[in-house]
Structure formats: C-alpha cells, structure tokens
C-alpha cells in the first residue's frame, strides 16, 4: 500500500489476542502484583508474580507531548488519578516528551525537575491503585506518527540520546513495581526499513536491561516504513530477543469514521456508527491502478477534458476502487476538476456514474509523496467554478487520493474515470493524470458493523497465535464529533472494549485530556467536569466494573 494509507490508518489498526482454549476460561485477575515479584510477560498473558493473567484496562495520559512541554502541569493533578479509579481502570499509558528529562543544548543532564515530576506522579498512582506504563512519545529527532520524525533515524546522535535516556530511566526505577514496563518509541516510522526500528529496539532494550531486568518492555510495530508499499509477514513487528516483551498495536478504525470533521484530519462528515449502507473494510493493501490512462500536455494548457481507459475487473484480488489524481514530477502546477468515475457491465454498456465529485472541498483528499516534496490542496480556480484541487511543485511519484470515496468493482465489469484538467509549466516527463487506485484485501468487504471491526484483528490474532506472544491495545480511541447527532461514538468503543474482552486482551484508550480524543477538553487548563464527555466517563464506570 503507498504511503497514504498512513493518512488513513495512520495512523493505526485494530488487533485482537486470540488465547488459546485453557487461556481463555482462565480467570483474569484484576489484583495487585505479587508482593515479590512484578508484571511480566507469560506465553500470550500478561501474569502477576504468582503467574496469575491480570486484566489490564486503562487510559492514556497525554501530558502535553504535542506542545513540548517539559513539566504538563496543567494536564493532570492527583485528582485525576483518583477519577481514572472511579472509571474501575487500573492502568495509564503515560506519554513522555524527551524534553522533560533534557535540552537539546545539554544532552545526558538529565534534569532534577523532571524526575520529581515522575515521582510525584507514581505516588498518586501508588495511593489510587494505578500502574504506569511509560511512553516515550516524543524522542529526540522527533514525534513520528505524521512521517516528520526522520532525523531519528537519519541522526546517530538522536538515537544514543534515546538509548541512554531509557537506560536512565530503568535504572531509577528498576525497583519500582507501580510501573509496569517500558514503551520505547511511540507508532515508529523508520525512514528505510523495518531493520531500522529492529536495530534501535534491541540495542535499547540491551541497555536498559544492563540495570533492570524485571521490568516489561512494550514494543511496537511500525506504522509505516517509508518507500516500502506493504507491510512484511511479521505486520511491521520487529521480534525482540528478551524473554519480557509485550508487543503493541493502535487502532483508529475506520479511520474515515474515528477521525470525521478533525480538519487537521482534512476529513468530512465520516457517518454514523453502526451502518450498513457505508462500504466497510480493514486490513487494506493497494494493490494496483488504471496506469494506462492518458496524461496531460507539458507546458501550458488550458482546461482538457480527459477520458479514462475502461478497466475490466479480471482480477479476484480487487476488492475496492476509489479516485486518485496523480501530479507526478510535475514542477509546475496541476489542477483537477469535475471528475466523474463510470461503470460499463460485462458488454461493455454504460451502467450508471458511481461517482460525479466536482472537487470544491478538499473533504476526504489526502496527499502523498514519494520524496516529500510538493502539495497538494484546495485551488481558488476551477472549471465551472471558482475551486478545483491542485498539485504542484512535486519531483517525484505523488498523488491526491480519497478513501471515503470507495466503491465496490463488480467481476468482468468495466470502471473509467474521467474528468477536467489544467496545466502550469508542467515539466517535461511529468505524469498527471487521472487514475483509479485499487484495493486488496483478505477480510470482509461490507457494511460498517462489529464483524468489520473484529474482522480487521485478525491478521494478528494469527500472529500472537504463531508466535506465541502476548500483545497489549495500547491506543484506540473515537474523536469527539463521533458522541455528538447520534453518531454511535458510545457504541463504537463498547464494541471495541467486548472485542478486547473477550480475547483477554489488555487496553488503553486514547486519551484523558486533550480537545480532539479526550474524556476531558480545555488543552492547556486543568480538566474541569464541566468540559466532559460525561456521558463517555459514565459508560466506563458501568461497562469497567
């Protein structure tokens, strides 16, 4: 799949623990560790000290990763820790910022300042009954679930400050049982391969068990590797060689639905939750295009109407079609317009127009680059109006596609898309056209359901079951809009939280405070009850008891 898909799963997918029969009729605990011993990782579990399964449900703290700040005073208060109980949770993901432990202008100071900060927080865990994972969410070089977070990879330094930080880290709190365990990086997006992520996971987990080797270290698979199409056979996990790894997916799905009306999202309305009329997917691949479609003039053009090849459907592996506007290497600028996509039966006879998009909102349209360069946006000119979509400036393969446009190709069917085109300095071996991507996938195509939601863990219920390891839910989560004009926000994570449950499968949701995701709005104040979700807080205190 190219890389926008990040735009669409980006972001992350949903996973299920499938255990085994004696696993799953188990009782699950929701008790202390051992007084001896600590969490640890056990066959597809996560056991206390006595080798008891503990059920594990929580939260995620934010802490003000986004906005760099070094001591989140205003995100949390003890207060906070005692409401997180009331919720019957038992555990918060606790995102970090690198910042809080040192500057950029004095690498390994760690400062006093933030380690009090820790403290002071594990002893409100302590007092309420609540475990810590730490996460570090911001590494040097860079946060990395929006692709910006290169020069981890690309700068050696980056990565000895991350690798000395956790040791420094572990070795403070190595004896410290209100902490669970480690997350080293959050959703890592190596610039070349997995290998990258491999390499720095083990080294990483080398060191801090030099000074601790009891406590559990959460690794994460990759969420995308940059100029790599598909995830490998291991779904982008790097295998850890340490007897305590937890391995841990996010899932935001279907992204079009968890993350509608966001405009930092570049979304529209994403519909209601559940709904059987909105064509439903998971564990998507690109997988092929109508590559044979004409393309535009160099130079200047004015606008061209372009007509598409007809495409039969010969393949068994195309299961989804949708609009893609390619602007590859083109300098200049490109503008779209007014496009339509057509289906043609067996015989080759007209059907009806799928789709007929006039392109005057940039709802639905993410852009994606080989090389990073260009863009792709909104233009305040147009065919038969005064908007259109662009791209311009890109110096490689690059493209404008839209996921919540999708339709389903019928067998031997024929599908053409055509539309309005305009040119500005397009350079010479250019490729702007107009083009239908097309989808693969092993799950269910169908509507917008549970099943779909269980359907697309199920890749790695496969794997933990192969593998025998445990994995952990360590973010999902449904964007405020989602609880408002009966859009089935409650529904949707009740749905998810039986889907976790039922395979014994810890979880954290995403996110405590914050405007976007959070049981608790108002960034930058401390939560207030009158800037609640109430109803989202209400149903965990019934649905965690």
Known sequence: ?????????????????????????????????????FMHAKGKLIVDGSGNPIDL????????????????????????????????????RFYLNYKTFENDNAPYQYKQAGWAWIDKNIAWAKK????????????????????????????????????????????????????????????PIPTSSKQQWQQLAQRTTNEIRLVDTK???????????????????DLNFPIINDKNIVYEFHTYDPFIYTHQLFTWAGLGDGGKYPDESIISYSNGNWYTATFANPTMRTGNTDWTYIEGIKYKITDAKIKIGLPALVGANVSGKVYF????????????????????????????????????????????TGRSNNKSLSIERATSDCNLSNYTKVFIPKPN??????????????????????????????SPVSGRNKDILESSLKKYVDWSNTKNLPIYMGEFGVGVPCFANDKGGLKWVNDMIDIARAYKMPFTYHVYHEDNFGLYYGYG????????????????KTKLQ
Request: with cysteine; proline share 2%.
């Open 128 to 187: 309420h009954g609540i475990y810590l994972i730490l996460n570090i969410h911001v590494p040097q070089g860079g946060f990395q679930s929006q692709g910006n977070g290169d020069a981890l990879w690309n700068v050696a330094e980056n990565q000895n400050r991350l690798t000395a930080l956790w040791k420094a880290i572990a070795q403070r709190y190595k004896e410290e049982k209100q902490i669970i365990g480690f997350g080293l990086v959050n959703e």
């Open 1 to 37: 799949m190219n890389i926008q898909n990040i735009f669409l799963k980006t972001l992350l997918l949903l996973f299920l623990c499938a255990s085994c029969k004696k696993q799953v009729n188990e009782e699950v605990k929701d008790s202390p560790v051992a007084t001896n011993d």
């Open 525 to 540: 104040t401390l939560p207030n009850p009158a800037l609640a979700n109430q109803p989202l807080i209400d149903f965990f």
């Open 215 to 233: 406590h559990i270290i959460f690794i994460e698979r990759c969420i995308a590797v940059k100029g790599v199409s598909q995830e490998d056979a």
């Open 413 to 442: 069917y024929s599908y053409q898309i055509n539309g309005w085109v305009k040119g500005e300095n397009i350079a010479s071996g250019a490729t702007c056209r107009l083009r239908i991507d097309f989808i693969t996938t092993n």
């Open 57 to 92: 449900k929580g939260i995620a703290f934010g802490n003000e990763v986004w906005s760099d700040n070094a001591l989140p005073e205003t995100h949390h208060t003890e207060e906070d820790f005692a409401r997180v109980k009331s919720m019957n949770m038992n555990v918060i």
């Open 337 to 380: 317009d007014d496009l339509t996509i057509k289906e043609f039966d067996e015989k080759g006879d007209y059907i009806r127009d799928i789709f007929s998009l006039s392109l005057d909102d940039f709802d639905g349209w993410g852009y994606w680059s080989e090389n990073n360069t260009g863009k792709g946006e909104m233009a305040m």
